[in-house]
């Protein structure tokens, strides 16, 4: 997904998980470690509860 993402002219990126039901473990690791690895602004929108508490341990470290 991040490969895709960086190729984007733009510098701001938006990821809406509205329609998201499940989201892996393996997923949410992966996704953390590629925002902070990323270029891109990344905004995120509609962040089901248990992603919403993994990022904010995230950007507390």
Request: charged share 30%; hydrophobic share 45%.
């Amino acid at each position: 997904m991040f490969d895709k993402i960086e190729r984007l002219d733009d510098n701001e990126v938006i990821i809406d998980f509205l329609l998201v039901y499940y989201i892996s473990n393996e997923f949410i690791d992966a996704y953390i470690a590629n925002r902070h690895m990323s270029m891109k602004h990344i905004v995120e929108k509609n962040i089901p509860l248990t992603m919403k508490k993994l990022l904010s341990q995230q950007s507390e470290l």
